[in-house]
């Protein structure tokens, strides 16, 4: 009867669509959190979150909602993050759900993103409910948009909710719609206990908090239970549901989205999309899980002082739990001394994983330039992956680079086509189809190569089309190009933390670029530092930072003691994220001087 009155469903869209706004509407009418808790998007608890307005973890909560049948139902909602480098929280998501609200802004339209979820939906085979949002807006087009919910998604349009999570209106009809069209989950409560990890946090006190999605059986405190991948067992602590608070509950039935604690200290032992079962009635086949992703650019992470560098290993692991997508593995760097190479599914991951480990690990990090993954084949005909770009083989012993190519789709309005194919030109790109979706939008399909998707082409399309272009891709395999491994050099020692890879054609361009964006941003010492840019051997190009005048030091440590203080603290503050590279202090900005193109 429970499982009767069960439905479970993530709420996906592109990005800024309202997701997690129509999750606080929901929240709010089912009267889950009281009117003195609730503030926008309560659902983005990481103040990450609330300070950038995006959602970067999936958030799921339990509420009740009293239907127009008068039967009150449970609902596990999921909310979801819109950003392409956080697919892997949406698709994790939907493995544990039924149904999927399909939120589309009402002004823009279906997005890039829109369908890359309708097509995760469509994979895990769930009912997707289309809601056109924002119908409040004076810009929203609710017929156009219920004609591209047909034309280019395949759902039927008249179907959609039309909803304002700004104000509330439809909300009510969603939940009813949600009541009827989405499905019970439909587990054997009989059958030992299957139950599917979708994430996962660590816990000073409680050890691993696992977020589970139970497929068969139940599971309450006291039981045995197995993590069938690793084979470890535990004594349950504690089961329960967020709401959004954590909830303590007796049992958790198959159809039930919750959490289990169990004293869980050892990490190793937990991985996202492995089943727990009960380890006295064990299930004997585990759930398909996930299939695991794979980085798409790699960057080192050192911590600014040396000692630091345990800390840095356990706070890498501990937010692995959190951060399924993340991957590292120790490395050393003559310029930085020991830290990690990791792994990220793009670059607001990167940014996202550095802030963390700053703000909830206290760690203070250096990040280098982030780089693909090159496939490089030796003249002895063996292959080598390199993912740091300081270990790229000597010329001699190449005979060819492969990078990374993806397959890119660009959903775009037909006025700006004709830009868009210039700038997928401009980076390389290989023209593959373009698809009418409807009279005024088209999918321009292109093969570019992952380095130019990753650095700044998305910026440069959201200019190039006053914003009405969205993108999505994956990985596509390999291709030949002609790339130079550039070195940077400063002072005359060669700083393996700053070579990057280029294409030969625009390595002197970006050599200039790159030296020149260095001087601005390292600071002045009191010796001159030339800085020079590097193919093997060849300088390519090269320019100084000048030395500090004297009588500019010298005021420093005559002045008034109270300005002198201030500037000796401005001056400690700024040396937070710099590291002494041989004898010159080098900031954080200057690593990533290479991303900058222009
Ligand atoms: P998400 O990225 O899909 O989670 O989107 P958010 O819920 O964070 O909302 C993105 C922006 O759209 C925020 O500024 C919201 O206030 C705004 N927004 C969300 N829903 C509505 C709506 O129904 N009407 C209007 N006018 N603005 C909305
Ligand atoms: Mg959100």
Do not use: W
């Amino acid at each position: 009867d429970r499982q009767q009155h069960t439905r479970n469903f993530s709420i996906v869209a592109h990005i800024d669509h309202g997701k997690s706004t129509l999750a606080d509407r929901i929240l709010e009418l089912t009267d889950t959190v009281s009117k003195r808790e609730m503030k926008n998007q309560l659902l983005d608890s990481m103040d990450l979150e609330r300070e950038r307005g995006i959602t970067i973890k999936l958030n799921a909560v339990e509420l009740h909602y009293q239907a127009k049948d008068g039967e009150t139902y449970i609902f596990h909602l999921i909310d979801t993050p819109g950003h392409v480098d956080f697919t892997y929280e949406v698709s994790r998501s939907l493995a544990a759900c039924e149904g999927a609200v399909l939120v589309v802004d009402a002004a823009q339209g279906v997005e890039a993103q829109t369908l890359a979820n309708v097509y995760l939906a469509l994979d895990d085979d769930l009912e997707i409910l289309p809601v056109i949002n924002k119908i409040d807006l004076p810009s929203a087009q609710p017929e156009v948009v219920k004609q591209e919910i047909e034309d280019v998604i395949g759902l039927d349009g008249d179907d959609a909710v039309c909803t304002s999570a700004k104000t509330g209106m439809g909300v009510d009809e969603l939940l009813e719609k949600i009541v009827q069209e989405v499905p019970a989950p439909s587990g054997d409560l009989e059958a030992p206990l299957k139950a599917l990890i979708f994430d996962s946090i660590y816990d000073d006190y409680r050890g691993v908090v696992l977020s589970v999605r139970v497929v068969d059986g139940t599971v309450k405190a006291g039981d045995r239970i197995k993590l069938m991948n690793s084979g470890a067992e535990y004594e349950v602590t504690e089961v329960g549901v967020n709401s959004p608070k954590p909830l303590k509950r007796d049992i958790l039935i198959a159809g039930d989205v919750g959490y289990i604690t169990a004293s869980i200290k050892d990490i190793q032992d937990t991985r996202v999309g492995d089943t727990v079962t009960n380890a006295d009635h064990p299930t004997d086949k585990p759930l398909a899980g996930y299939r695991e992703m794979n980085p798409m650019v790699y960057a080192g992470l050192y911590p600014t002082d040396n000692a630091k560098y345990n800390d840095l290993r356990e706070a890498l692991e501990k937010l692995q739990l959190n951060d399924a997508a993340l991957e590292f593995e120790p490395e050393t760097s003559q310029a930085l001394g020991f830290g990690f190479r990791c792994g990220f599914l793009g670059l607001l991951h990167m940014d996202v994983i550095q802030e963390r480990l700053e703000r909830e690990f206290n760690m203070d990090l250096i990040t280098t330039a982030p780089s693909v993954t090159y496939d490089v084949e030796l003249t002895n005909g063996e292959h080598k992956q390199v993912s740091n770009p300081s270990e790229m083989p000597e010329v001699s012993a190449i005979r060819e680079i492969n990078e990374p190519v993806v397959k890119a789709t660009i959903m775009v309005p037909n006025d700006y086509v004709g830009p868009v194919m210039e700038l997928c030109q401009r980076k390389r790109g290989v023209f593959d189809t373009m698809e009418y979706l409807d009279d005024s939008r088209v999918n321009v399909i292109y093969h570019i190569p992952l380095s130019e998707i990753i650095f700044d082409f998305f910026d440069k399309l959201k200019s190039g089309t006053r914003g009405y272009a969205s993108l999505d891709y994956e990985l596509d395999g390999y291709r030949p190009s002609d790339l130079v491994k550039i070195d940077i050099l400063l002072n005359s020692d060669k700083v393996d933390a700053l070579s990057f890879i280029s294409h030969r054609q625009f390595a002197q361009e970006r050599a200039r670029v790159i030296t020149r964006k260095l001087k601005d941003i390292i600071p002045r010492q009191n010796f001159e530092i030339p800085i020079q840019a590097a193919i093997g051997a060849k300088i390519i190009s090269r320019t100084n930072i000048k030395a500090y005048r004297k009588d500019v030091t010298a005021r420093i440590h005559t002045g008034d003691p109270d300005r002198r203080a201030k500037l000796l603290d401005k001056q400690k503050r700024g040396k937070k994220r710099m590291k002494a590279v041989g004898t010159v202090e080098v900031p954080q900005a200057a690593f990533m001087a290479v991303l900058k193109t222009d």
